[in-house]
């Protein structure tokens, strides 16, 4: 009976979650060290969906399978007054940056952005022939 709010649930969890990954990538655009201080450009990720939400016996439904890091190179950048830029070799004076490219990121977000808002008019549509229903038994 509820199968319906229970799928519309699950994507509006997943995309959420999508979000907030998107929103991380787009914060960690300049970020050319890591959590050690270390020099090494930020690793775009990215939300592997699959089918079947988490506790969901019949199948319906989508969750987060898995969040990856995009294998893609960084970006090189020439900047020889950065602190984090090649002191020496083929790549002096370029500057690892991360993989994030905004573009792509913000047509992700907007992509995500529908997909929330679709599933909240299911959820909302789903809601309405409930209570129609309801109404009819009443």
Known sequence: ??????????????????????????????????????????????????AGAAGSPDGRGVRIDRIVNDPSPPRLVHDPGHPDAQREGPDAGYVYYPNVNPVVEMVDMIAATRAYEANVTAFEAAKTIMGSALRLIA
């Open 1 to 50: 009976m509820f199968g319906s709010f229970d799928t519309s649930t699950s994507a509006l969890s997943a995309y959420r979650v999508r979000m907030d990954i998107i929103a991380g990538n787009m914060a960690n655009l300049h970020t050319t060290r890591n959590a050690a201080g270390q020099s090494e450009p930020y690793q775009r990720r990215v939300a592997l969906f699959a």
